[in-house]
């Protein structure tokens, strides 16, 4: 069983950076991919970005590539999210999550463990 806290969202302007945390529960964290989700008003979860369990592969949706980073610290039970150069359409609710599978996946539905989310408003 893996409990999953997330952190760090905020009001921000457009351009600007905010830095999400996802705190785990547990001992076997560092047995778990972790991904980032978000979910703005009126739409669909979508896949943010996702790590392995040692932190070597990262993935990143299109729409976040070359802005966001997700990194994790095992000594921490933490994984973190990075966003730069936010834009307004970034504005959501950013869940993370635990899988347990072997290879990282993107999808929603191989996600076993789910934090509560943290709402990040992007200002024009």
């Known amino acids: 069983q893996v409990q999953l806290a997330e952190s760090g969202g905020g009001l921000v302007q457009a351009g600007g950076s905010l830095r999400l945390s996802c705190a785990a529960s547990g001992r076997t964290f560092s047995s778990y991919a972790m991904g980032w989700f978000r979910q703005a008003p009126g739409k669909e979860r979508e896949f943010v970005a996702a790590i392995s369990w040692s932190g070597r592969s990262t993935y990143y949706a299109d729409s976040v590539k070359g802005r966001f980073t997700i990194s994790r610290d095992n000594a921490k039970n933490t994984v973190y999210l990075q966003m730069n150069s936010l834009h307004p359409e970034d504005t959501a609710v950013y869940y993370c999550?635990?899988?347990?599978?072997?290879?990282?996946?993107?999808?929603?539905?191989?996600?076993?463990?789910w934090g509560q989310g943290t709402q990040v408003t992007v200002s024009s």
């Open positions: 999550a635990a899988t347990s599978r072997v290879v990282v996946t993107t999808k929603i539905k191989e996600y076993d463990y």
